[in-house]
Structure formats: structure tokens, C-alpha cells
């Protein structure tokens, strides 16, 4: 297969950990004979820096005109102080996000068996093994309504609209991944105090009713899915969540994993095309120090094997490779290694074979 993959490394170690992930998908392609192209641009502050833009158009042409956009992080303290709409994680992420239609972000968190000892949790919670699916709504919700300061700068306001559309497609991808899974989808929400979670929990049980009545699905208020998440992770199987709830959630499921290094995301759009980015930040504290944990980029790009490009031995691959090298305690500082960045990211490429 031939593909087009943009990619956007941006700051901070984002450069370091998707060089990683770039070394992995050419050895993917030798091995399985595919073609891969890589066409990389500037975004973020890097980006700004450069053209005055976070987000360049020509930057986002080529993540229009690619199968599938590869990013690393974007933002950094040198560009906090720009205005709020300039700023790379609002110019560039949420733009991004917005234009090229990414309304559904994946967000799997799993326990590695070797890593279990990473884990913040105690070893009787997570001893049965963790393998949970944040399904997050990207374009909507907080993110995307208005953000207002009042003239005389005393108040503020932002707004979280979501129509019974935007609930439903988000639903909907819900629950063909639990489908492919357990088959359990937790509805999380604060329906007790908010009208648009009364809102997405009438639209999601409705949906349930006509379209999967195959799949168990229950309802949870935020603040419990926060603590469950602690006491019994392993209970988690979809976890489907409006925007910003599942940023936070999905931050608080990496820990179960023993790292934020270790998770990846999927940024999809209805018809399979996607952005594929770890769920941490640009780490500007160890940037250029070679510490960085490329995993959660390495898993990223298996991610976008699978669902953008239908690759799925191959992603299975380098999922295998990655549970390898965890094995052999080759591990970033993050997991208790010493291993630097690029000697993960060539171990893992290493270990991917052909079938
Ligand atoms: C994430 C990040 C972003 C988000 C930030 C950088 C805007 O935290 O992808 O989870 O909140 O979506
Ligand atoms: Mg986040």
C-alpha cells in the first residue's frame, strides 16, 4: 500500500518523540512492503516562530491533502504569553481538530504487564489487568463555545453547547468500539447540574435503544468516574465522555497505565481519516534532553495503521514489539530506565517484523 502521512512534530520534545515514530513506521514499510511518504511541516510555536502562525495554510493543506496526520506536542512557556486565540494549543490543536472534522478522539488505556509496578495504584487494584477505551467528543462542548472576557475584565464566560447530532455520531462510535471489545459503554456526565449532560444521557440511552441494544451501557456522574477510575479501573470498559470531561478523565487513566509516555490517541473523522497524537504535552522541562518517552507516538502511529490506513497486522506489530521492549526494561526515565529516546524507539523498531 502507498499512503501519505503529514507530520507535524511542533515543540518541545515533539520533534524527538515523532522522529521515533517516523523510524517505526519505515520499518513497517520494509518489512510489509508498503510505501509510506512522509511530508513534514511546522506547527505550533515552532511554527509561529517561523511564519508568525501557529498554524500555517500550508499546513494544513498538507494534513488535508495527506491519509493521515502523524503530531507530536505543541506549546511552551516562550508562547504562553501570546493571545489566547494565537496560542499554539488553541491556534493549532483546536483548529486542527475543528477543520479537518476530528470529532471522535480514542484514547486506549491499558496495563502492560511489565509495568505494572509503575503504577501509581496499589498492585490489588490493577492486578486483574486495566484495558479501558476513552471515547472523547473533540469538537464540541467547552472547547468550542464561546470564550468571552467582559470589557472591564471582572468576568468571564464560557459556554458548552452540544446539539442531539454531535451527541449521537459520537455515540455511535462509542458503541462499535465496545462492540469490538466487552461490549460496555459508561456514559459520563454531570446530568444532576448541567442541562447538556441531561441532554447527551436522553440522546445516548435513546440511541442505545434503537441502534445497540447489543451493548451494556450505564451512566455515571464525572466525579464518581474520577474515583472509580482509582478504585476499580479494571470495572471500565468504554468510558464515553464530552470533551473537556474526557481530557480530564484521560489524563487520570495514563496514571493507571504507570506513565502519560505510554498513551496514545486517534483523532478520527466519520469517513476513517485521522490525526494520531500522544496524549501529553510538549514536556518543555526535558525537551532536548533525549529523556523523552516515545511510546505513547510509537502506539500512536499503530493506532493510525489501524484505523486510517486498515493495517491491522502491522499495527499488531508494533503493539507486540512495544509490549517487548517494556519486557525487556529498556525503559525512558519516566518507566525507572535510563534508556534515552532514540535507543526505545530503534529497539522497538527492531523488534517489528513482517508477517
Ligand atoms: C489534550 C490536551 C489538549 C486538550 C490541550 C493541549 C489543548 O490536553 O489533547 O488532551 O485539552 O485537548
Ligand atoms: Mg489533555
Same mark, same amino acid.
Given at each position: 500500500?502507498?499512503?501519505?502521512?503529514?507530520?507535524?512534530?511542533?515543540?518541545?520534545?515533539?520533534? #524527538? *518523540? &515523532? !522522529?521515533?515514530? =517516523?523510524?517505526? $513506521?519505515?520499518?513497517?514499510?520494509?518489512?510489509? +512492503?508498503?510505501? %509510506?511518504?512522509?511530508?513534514?511541516?511546522?506547527?505550533?510555536?515552532?511554527?509561529?516562530?517561523?511564519?508568525?502562525?501557529?498554524?500555517?495554510?500550508?499546513?494544513?493543506?498538507?494534513?488535508?491533502?495527506?491519509?493521515?496526520?502523524?503530531?507530536?506536542?505543541?506549546?511552551?512557556?516562550?508562547?504562553?504569553?501570546?493571545?489566547?486565540?494565537?496560542?499554539?494549543?488553541?491556534?493549532?490543536?483546536?483548529?486542527?481538530?475543528?477543520?479537518?472534522?476530528?470529532?471522535?478522539?480514542?484514547?486506549?488505556?491499558?496495563?502492560?504487564?511489565?509495568?505494572?509496578?509503575?503504577?501509581?495504584?496499589?498492585? #490489588? *487494584? &490493577? !492486578?486483574?489487568? =486495566?484495558?479501558? $477505551?476513552?471515547?472523547?467528543?473533540?469538537?464540541? +462542548?467547552?472547547? %468550542?463555545?464561546?470564550?468571552?472576557?467582559?470589557?472591564?475584565?471582572?468576568?468571564?464566560?464560557?459556554?458548552?453547547?452540544?446539539?442531539?447530532?454531535?451527541?449521537?455520531?459520537?455515540?455511535?462510535?462509542?458503541?462499535?468500539?465496545?462492540?469490538?471489545?466487552?461490549?460496555?459503554?459508561?456514559?459520563?456526565?454531570?446530568?444532576?447540574?448541567?442541562?447538556?449532560?441531561?441532554?447527551?444521557?436522553?440522546?445516548?440511552?435513546?440511541?442505545?435503544?434503537?441502534?445497540?441494544?447489543?451493548?451494556?451501557?450505564?451512566?455515571?456522574?464525572?466525579?464518581?468516574?474520577?474515583?472509580?477510575?482509582?478504585?476499580?479501573?479494571?470495572?471500565?470498559? =468504554?468510558?464515553?465522555?464530552?470533551?473537556?470531561?474526557?481530557?480530564?478523565?484521560?489524563?487520570?487513566?495514563?496514571?493507571?497505565?504507570?506513565?502519560?509516555?505510554?498513551?496514545?490517541?486517534?483523532?478520527?473523522?466519520?469517513?476513517?481519516?485521522?490525526?494520531?497524537?500522544?496524549?501529553?504535552?510538549?514536556?518543555?522541562?526535558?525537551?532536548?534532553?533525549?529523556?523523552?518517552?516515545?511510546?505513547?507516538?510509537?502506539?500512536?502511529?499503530?493506532?493510525?495503521?489501524?484505523?486510517?490506513?486498515?493495517?491491522?497486522?502491522?499495527?499488531?506489530?508494533?503493539?507486540?514489539?512495544?509490549?517487548?521492549?517494556?519486557?525487556?526494561?529498556?525503559?525512558?526515565?519516566?518507566?525507572?530506565?535510563?534508556?534515552?529516546?532514540?535507543?526505545?524507539?530503534?529497539?522497538?523498531?527492531?523488534?517489528?517484523?513482517?508477517?
Amino acid at each position: 500500500m502507498k499512503a501519505k502521512i503529514a507530520v507535524i512534530a511542533g515543540d518541545g520534545i515533539g520533534p #524527538e *518523540i &515523532v !522522529a521515533q515514530a =517516523v523510524e517505526v $513506521l519505515k520499518k513497517v514499510a520494509a518489512e510489509f +512492503g508498503h510505501g %509510506f511518504t512522509f511530508d513534514e511541516r511546522p506547527v505550533g510555536g515552532a511554527a509561529y516562530d517561523a511564519t508568525g502562525d501557529c498554524l500555517p495554510a500550508e499546513t494544513l493543506d498538507a494534513c488535508r491533502r495527506a491519509d493521515a496526520v502523524l503530531l507530536g506536542a505543541v506549546g511552551g512557556p516562550k508562547w504562553d504569553s501570546l493571545p489566547a486565540a494565537q496560542r499554539p494549543e488553541r491556534r493549532a490543536l483546536l483548529t486542527l481538530r475543528r477543520e479537518l472534522g476530528l470529532f471522535a478522539n480514542l484514547r486506549p488505556a491499558r496495563t502492560w504487564p511489565t509495568l505494572r509496578g509503575s503504577s501509581p495504584l496499589k498492585d #490489588e *487494584i &490493577v !492486578a486483574e489487568g =486495566v484495558d479501558l $477505551l476513552v471515547v472523547r467528543e473533540l469538537t464540541g +462542548g467547552l472547547y %468550542f463555545g464561546e470564550h468571552v472576557r467582559a470589557a472591564d475584565g471582572q468576568s468571564a464566560l464560557d459556554t458548552m453547547p452540544y446539539s442531539v447530532a454531535e451527541i449521537e455520531r459520537i455515540a455511535r462510535v462509542a458503541f462499535a468500539a465496545a462492540r469490538k471489545r466487552r461490549g460496555r459503554v459508561t456514559c459520563v456526565d454531570k446530568a444532576n447540574v448541567l442541562e447538556t449532560s441531561r441532554l447527551w444521557r436522553e440522546t445516548v440511552q435513546r440511541l442505545q435503544g434503537t441502534e445497540a441494544s447489543d451493548i451494556a451501557l450505564d451512566f455515571m456522574y464525572v466525579d464518581n468516574a474520577a474515583m472509580q477510575l482509582v478504585r476499580s479501573p479494571s470495572h471500565f470498559d =468504554v468510558l464515553l465522555a464530552e470533551n473537556m470531561f474526557g481530557d480530564i478523565l484521560s489524563d487520570e487513566a495514563s496514571q493507571i497505565t504507570g506513565s502519560i509516555g505510554m498513551l496514545p490517541s486517534a483523532s478520527l473523522r466519520e469517513d476513517g481519516f485521522g490525526l494520531y497524537e500522544p496524549i501529553h504535552g510538549s514536556a518543555p522541562d526535558i525537551a532536548g534532553r533525549g529523556v523523552a518517552n516515545p511510546l505513547a507516538t510509537i502506539l500512536s502511529a499503530a493506532l493510525l495503521l489501524r484505523h486510517s490506513l486498515g493495517l491491522e497486522a502491522e499495527s499488531a506489530a508494533i503493539e507486540r514489539a512495544t509490549g517487548e521492549v517494556l519486557a525487556s526494561g529498556e525503559l525512558t526515565p519516566d518507566l525507572g530506565g535510563s534508556a534515552t529516546t532514540s535507543q526505545v524507539g530503534a529497539a522497538v523498531a527492531k523488534k517489528v517484523y513482517g508477517g
